[in-house]
């Protein structure tokens, strides 16, 4: 098992940027492909970017445009999602998720591991 932990979310003007992270304890990290995926209020959980565990090929979901980046450090066992440009629409409360392939997933069902959640507000 691996356990996950969102970090970095917060209130943020639009225009504004933030980068969240998530760290994981316990198996290799570097075992696992990772995911972001974010949930706004009122609506369905969605991706919005993915890697896989060697961190040479990424998704992003077309909503997000070239406005996020993901990447991981596989020394420090964690993932980043950085976020710029952010809007309204970028509200959601934000999971990262774990899973133990080599390549990334688009949908949640395949990930096996799930972080609390990490709460992003944009105010116009």
């Known amino acids: 098992q691996v356990q996950l932990v969102e970090s970095g979310g917060g209130l943020v003007q639009a225009g504004g940027s933030l980068r969240l992270s998530c760290a994981a304890a316990g198996r290799t990290f570097s075992i696992y492909a990772m995911g972001w995926f974010r949930q706004p209020p009122g609506k369905e959980r969605e991706v919005v970017a993915a890697?896989?565990?060697?961190?040479?090929?990424?998704y992003y979901a077309e909503s997000v445009n070239d406005r996020l980046t993901i990447s991981r450090d596989n020394a420090k066992n964690t993932v980043y999602l950085q976020m710029n440009s952010l809007n309204a629409e970028d509200t959601a409360v934000y999971y990262c998720?774990?899973?133990?392939?080599?390549?990334?997933?688009?949908?949640?069902?395949?990930?096996?591991?799930w972080g609390q959640g990490t709460q992003v507000t944009v105010s116009i």
């Open positions: 998720a774990a899973r133990p392939a080599a390549r990334w997933s688009r949908r949640s069902n395949d990930y096996n591991y």
């Open positions: 890697i896989s565990r060697s961190g040479d090929s990424t």
